[in-house]
C-alpha cells in the first residue's frame, strides 16, 4: 500500500540553525501539506501546496519557513532560524485531490531544537 | 474565531462494547469531516471521512454527521485493546483550500 515517508525520523539541531524536513508523498497524489505538533498540543497546519506553489499558508508559517518541491518525488520543509519553540513533530501529508480529499500522514519528524 | 471541539477523555470503554466519540464544530460552511487515529508518539492515521449528513460505516466504525446541530460522532463498535489510541476530529472549512483544522483527540482506553 502506498504510503508518505519522511526524513529524518529524528533531527537534533542548535537554536538558529537551518534545517530541512524531507517528504516523498504518495506517488499519484498532487496536493502536499505541511502540519506540526507541539507535545501534548493539537495537530496544526502550515502550508498547502500544489501545483508547484503554495496554496494557503497559516499564521504559524511566516517568513522562517519555506517549501519546495525540488524534483518530482520529494517535498521539502525548511526553517530557515530555528528557535527553541519550533520544537515539535513535523508530519507531512499528501492528497489526491484538493479541498476535502483525504489526506494522508507521513511518520512524521521528531525536531528538537536545543 | 472557527472551533474544533472534543472531550479530552479518556474515555474508558470495555473490550467489546460500543465507543462513542462526539466532536462539535464552529462553522456552518463545512464540508468535509475526518476522523483520524492517533497512537502515542506516533502519526494520525486515517480511520474515516464523512462528508454529507447521515451514517457511514466502514468495519466496525460508524461515522454520524448531523450539520444542522454542527456535529460529528464516530462509533466503534466490538471495542479491541488495539482500539486504545487518541481519536482526532478534523474539519476542511468550505472557504478554505485543504487545510485541515484538528480537534484536541479524545484518548480512548479499551480495558480488557
Known amino acids: 500500500e502506498p504510503e508518505v515517508t519522511q526524513t529524518p525520523s529524528h533531527q537534533v539541531t542548535q537554536m538558529g540553525q537551518e534545517v530541512i524536513l524531507r517528504c516523498v508523498p504518495i506517488s499519484n497524489h498532487l496536493y502536499f501539506y505541511w502540519y506540526r505538533q507541539i507535545l501534548g498540543q493539537k495537530v496544526e497546519f502550515l502550508v498547502s501546496?500544489?501545483?508547484?506553489?503554495?496554496?494557503?499558508k497559516s499564521e504559524i508559517f511566516d517568513d522562517q519557513f519555506s517549501v519546495e518541491r525540488p524534483d518530482g518525488s520529494n517535498f521539502t520543509l525548511k526553517i530557515r532560524s530555528t528557535k527553541l519553540e519550533d520544537s515539535a513533530m513535523y508530519f507531512c501529508?499528501?492528497?489526491?485531490?484538493?479541498?476535502?480529499?483525504?489526506?494522508?500522514f507521513g511518520p512524521g519528524t521528531r525536531l528538537t531544537v536545543l | 474565531q472557527k472551533e474544533v471541539e472534543q472531550n479530552s477523555g479518556p474515555l474508558s470503554v470495555p473490550e467489546g462494547a460500543i465507543a462513542s466519540l462526539n466532536c462539535t464544530y464552529s462553522?456552518?460552511?463545512?464540508?468535509?469531516f475526518f476522523w483520524y487515529r492517533q497512537y502515542s508518539g506516533k502519526s494520525p492515521e486515517l480511520i474515516m471521512s464523512i462528508y454529507s449528513n447521515g451514517d457511514k460505516e466502514d468495519g466496525r466504525f460508524t461515522a454520524q454527521l448531523n450539520k444542522a446541530s454542527q456535529y460529528v460522532s464516530l462509533l466503534i463498535r466490538d471495542s479491541q485493546p488495539s482500539d486504545s489510541a487518541t481519536y482526532l476530529c478534523?474539519?476542511?472549512?468550505?472557504?478554505?483550500?485543504?487545510?485541515?483544522?484538528f480537534g484536541a483527540g479524545t484518548q480512548v482506553v479499551v480495558t480488557p
Open positions: 462553522d456552518r460552511v463545512s464540508q468535509s
Open positions: 501529508a499528501s492528497s489526491g485531490t484538493s479541498g476535502g480529499n483525504e489526506q494522508f
Open positions: 478534523a474539519v476542511n472549512w468550505g472557504d478554505s483550500w485543504g487545510k485541515l483544522q
Open positions: 501546496f500544489y501545483n508547484n506553489e503554495i496554496s494557503e
